[in-house]
């Protein structure tokens, strides 16, 4: 089946890295993204990794794949007050047709 | 910077009432999406329209229409409103995936409460 799992919650204290994480079941999953979203804003893509890739890193970001246990995450290095947000994982399947699953999202809360 | 609005930020209604929740984008984006948005929960794609005069039911069956009479403008309509349809709605845009990578921008959301 397509499935998304995530915790729903993470709690840092500034300063510390955040590690989120992200687990999925569809092994047709051709990319994978995170997105962020603040509090009452949309989601805004955050960056993403191609299926084919194991890491990537942009800037405090580093984005880890790995396919066998199909299991991603997102690790935000020097977390700040202002990552503070919703963090939603979401697969990219290709299926007879494309299609983008998301999980529940994990609420980062960061204490100053 | 994304440029895709929707209106009302907030919207509380009584039962019955027939609303419309109104999205646009600037973006001459072809590929639009209505997803649902509950605490804890997924997001769930309702509908979604591949360009002009197209719409598609997502995989959350829904009481509620879509239409695509201009790329961008894609309003949802509730004939009906009842308390099950209190929830976050969140209007999406994408222009032409390149190949099976599709960066979705999201709207501020409506936020819908039927009391």
């Known amino acids: 089946g397509e499935d998304v799992e995530q915790s729903l919650f993470l709690s840092v204290r500034e300063g510390d890295s955040s590690v989120i994480n992200c687990t999925y079941t569809?092994?047709?999953?051709?990319?994978l993204y995170w997105y962020k979203q603040e509090p009452g804003a949309g989601l805004q893509l955050l960056t993403y990794?191609?299926?084919?890739?194991d890491m990537k890193q942009d800037q405090r970001l580093t984005v880890l794949l790995n396919k066998k246990d199909k299991h991603l995450s997102l690790r935000i290095a020097d977390t700040q007050t202002g990552d503070s947000a919703i963090y939603f994982c979401?697969?990219?399947?290709?299926?007879?047709?494309?299609?983008?699953?998301f999980g529940a999202g994990t609420r980062l809360f960061v204490k100053a | 910077e994304a440029d895709i609005y929707q209106t009302p930020r907030y919207l509380v209604i009584g039962t019955g009432k027939k609303i419309t929740l109104e999205c646009s984008q600037t973006?001459?984006?072809?590929?639009m999406y209505w997803y649902q948005q509950d605490p804890g929960m997924e997001l769930h794609l309702i509908h979604y329209?591949?360009?002009?005069?197209?719409?598609e039911k997502g995989d959350l069956s829904s009481e509620s229409t879509v239409s695509r009479i201009r790329t961008e403008h894609f309003p949802l309509t509730l004939e009906s409103a009842r308390p099950s349809h209190t929830s976050q709605y969140l209007c999406?845009?994408?222009?032409?995936?390149?190949?099976?990578?599709?960066?979705?921008?999201f709207g501020s959301g409506t936020q819908l409460s039927v009391l």
């Open positions: 329209s591949y360009g002009v005069n197209s719409t």
């Open positions: 973006m001459g984006h072809d590929k």
């Open positions: 999406a845009s994408s222009a032409r995936p390149q190949g099976a990578n599709e960066k979705l921008f």
């Open positions: 990794i191609f299926s084919n890739m």
């Open positions: 569809d092994s047709s999953s051709t990319y």
């Open positions: 979401a697969e990219r399947l290709n299926t007879g047709g494309f299609k983008t699953i």
